[in-house]
């Protein structure tokens, strides 16, 4: 029912910025969204999330005051801002959709059933 295709990753040096992008296409226009990373030798994680309205957020306590998440409704487009970045951010980066939204566990990979195939962020000097 929906397809995301993330892109923005790339290489930056600590303390730079990048901005992830998510385009989701599909049957379904109200869903909530979550970035989500996973680094090497480490379970995915929650990052932040946001509700179909794009006026309800959620951080995982790491990436709060550095990261921004946020939504183009019109262009079904989910973003996530990344400053201040560090060398422990460096995963790749995958978002997702829930069908629903509940702020509580909106940072739990068990919320979503549709992914993107991945952008690696590699912070490094």
């Known amino acids: 029912q929906l397809q995301l295709v993330e892109s923005g990753g790339g290489l930056v040096q600590p303390g730079g910025s990048l901005r992830l992008s998510c385009v989701v296409s599909?049957?379904?226009?109200?869903?909530?969204a979550g970035w989500f990373r996973q680094a090497p030798g480490k379970e995915r994680e929650g990052v932040a999330c946001?509700?179909?309205?794009?006026?309800?957020?959620n951080y995982a306590d790491s990436t709060k005051g550095r990261f921004t998440i946020s939504r183009d409704i019109a262009k079904n487009t989910v973003y996530l801002q990344m400053d201040s970045l560090k060398p422990e951010d460096t995963a790749v980066y995958y978002c997702?959709?829930?069908?629903?939204?509940?702020?509580?566990?909106?940072?739990?990979?068990?919320?979503?059933?549709?992914w993107g195939q991945g952008t690696q962020v590699t912070v490094s000097s």
């Open positions: 997702a959709a829930d069908l629903g939204f509940l702020r509580s566990m909106c940072l739990s990979t068990t919320r979503y059933d549709y």
């Open positions: 599909g049957t379904v226009n109200y869903y909530g």
């Open positions: 946001i509700d179909p309205s794009g006026i309800t957020t």
